[in-house]
């Protein structure tokens, strides 16, 4: 089995005793601009569609290739090489003498930025990858950013989800429906997207979707999700503690899996009401598609994408 959701407590109290996790990472988290993610015993830490750091095996690492987007119209004021670096490489490559500072932190973040910005041809797939990235950054802020006026009943628990090594696509979101205690796969997609669209049979996302609907279609594999997302929840609840509210241990005993993936489409207007809607809640069902038009965008929650079209 090629898909784990792990990380030991050593590991997990060696990244809070960090002062790159106490200084820059959780209050990041906490102001819902980072989005922490469990891998096989990693931590991979979001930020605007790019891993801006992740902890494997006793340290940080960074990937110095967004350096070379902020820096690209100019020489780079310090060595930039291939590949990922410790914290003491770090401290030696760019000549600091504690720990990766606020100035180099904020230079990654507009690395990120810039490497995934929109494209200047507005119907391009990238320019509406973008745009998706943004909405689900929206979303994603909602799980760990504390709010006073929220008590979310679902939340955004995984991102950036590949149940096998071998699959090219990996599906956007896993939303944990607190209320109902159990889990559901969510692929986003804005109404500009090609993969959307086509005057045949053969539409892009009808592939996709069919392709993560087989990683849940036996029982034994939404065990498995259900066995490797107990334990998630366990490791951000009680040994990151970075959860801010409270998750019952006796509800996480009875999780379970939703048998089939949702579609969510934002952005939606009345041609693509008209003209492709119904071809895809004809094909995917309807149940299994939520589509939001353009107007309702301050209406997008993880709680409107789990209900809406039930």
Known sequence: MSFIRAFDEKRCNKVKESKMWEKILLPDIKAG??????RDEKLYFYYNGGVLFTFEGNSFKYNTEYFKHVYRDQAC??????????????????GK?????????????KGIDKKFQCSIYPDSEENNSDKERKYLKELYSLTYGVSKNREPKVIVLDIE???????????DMILYNMERNELMLVEAKLSGNPELKSNTEKVKVFQQMDNY???????EDREEFVK??????????????I???????????????RDSVKLFIAEGNHSFQENYLPK???????????YFDESEKSKITPEEIWYRSE
Request: net charge positive; charged share 30%; hydrophobic share 35%.
């Open 33 to 38: 601009q980072i989005f922490p993610a469990i």
């Open 77 to 94: 004021p310090f060595q930039v090489k291939e590949g990922n670096y410790t914290l003491d490489k770090i401290e030696k490559e760019i």
């Open 97 to 109: 003498d504690y720990f990766f500072n606020d100035l180099n932190y904020d230079l990654l973040k």
């Open 161 to 171: 989800i590949r149940f096998n090594v071998n699959d090219k696509k990996k599906c």
């Open 213 to 219: 609907n087989s990683w849940i279609e036996k029982p």
């Open 228 to 241: 490797q997302y107990k334990n998630y929840i366990t490791i951000v609840s009680d040994n990151l503690n």
């Open 243 to 257: 959860l801010p509210y409270k998750i019952q241990k006796d509800s996480i005993n009875t999780l379970k899996m």
């Open 280 to 290: 895809i809640c004809d094909h995917l069902g309807k149940e299994n598609v939520c």
